[in-house]
C-alpha cells in the first residue's frame, strides 16, 4: 500500500479535533476554517465518533502515524523492525526514528506548512544534508547533522524564509533564520514529540 494521495482533511476528520489540530500547519488550519468537523462520510453529521477496542485501537493510532508523517505501510513496518532491534524502548525509538526522517526534519524546522511540501523541497534538490545535495526525503538525520538552502531561486528562498520566520521550530533543531539553515542539536525524546498518537498500540498492531 502507498502513501496516500487523496483529500487530507477527510481523512483526518475521522480522527477527530485533537488529532486535526496536531496535523500539518497546513491542514490544520484548513480544519479550523471548516464548517464540517464531523466524520467524513454521508451519515457524518449524525453519528459520533466511532468507539474502538482492541486491534481497531491498534489500527487507528497506526494510521494517525501513516497520515501525519505521510509515509507508505512498507516504510512503517521497515521502522518498526528498526526500532525492535534497538537498545531501550520499542515504542520510544519508534517515534524517534519518525521524527528524525529529513522530510519531518524540514517541517518541524519550520521551513514548510507540510510534510508533502517538505518532501517536494528535497525531491527537486533545493536542499544540501551535510554539504551535499539529497532528493531522498527519507534520510534519518542524527545530532550533529546540518540542512541548508542552497537553491539558487530568489523566490523559493523568499518563501522558505517567510515559514521560516512564522513557524516556531523545536527544540532539539537550531535554526538560522539569516542563512537559512538547520543542525540538528539531538534526537528528541518522546515528551518533546508533539503528536496524539499512541505509539504503544502501534508496536501491538506490528508485533501481533
Not at 81 to 99: K, P, T, V
Not at 183 to 201: F, G, H, M, T
Amino acid at each position: 500500500m502507498g502513501r496516500y494521495t487523496g483529500p487530507k482533511l477527510r481523512k483526518i476528520r475521522r480522527f477527530g479535533e485533537d488529532f486535526a489540530l496536531f496535523s500539518d500547519r497546513s491542514t490544520a488550519a484548513k480544519f479550523v476554517k471548516s464548517q464540517r468537523k464531523q466524520p467524513p462520510g454521508a451519515h457524518g453529521g449524525t453519528q459520533s465518533f466511532r468507539k474502538y477496542t482492541g486491534y481497531g485501537l491498534q489500527l487507528r493510532e497506526k494510521q494517525k502515524a501513516r497520515i501525519f508523517y505521510h509515509i507508505s505501510e512498507s516504510q512503517m513496518r521497515r521502522y518498526y523492525g528498526m526500532a525492535s532491534h534497538r537498545s531501550g524502548s520499542a515504542s520510544d525509538n519508534f517515534m524517534q526514528i519518525l521524527e528524525s526522517r529529513l522530510d519531518n526534519v524540514i517541517y518541524r524546522a519550520g521551513w514548510a506548512n507540510s510534510h508533502p511540501q517538505a518532501r517536494q523541497w528535497l525531491t527537486h534538490g533545493q536542499l544540501a544534508f551535510n554539504g551535499r545535495k539529497v532528493t531522498i526525503p527519507s534520510i534519518l538525520v542524527k545530532a550533529g547533522d546540518r540542512i541548508e538552502l542552497i537553491s539558487k531561486s530568489g523566490k523559493l528562498k523568499e518563501i522558505i524564509g517567510a515559514y521560516a520566520v512564522a513557524n516556531k521550530p523545536v527544540s532539539w533543531l537550531k535554526v538560522d533564520h539569516t542563512k537559512l539553515v538547520i543542525e540538528v542539536k539531538d534526537l528528541p525524546a518522546r515528551a518533546e514529540i508533539d503528536l496524539p498518537v499512541d505509539e504503544s498500540l502501534i508496536i501491538e498492531f506490528y508485533s501481533r
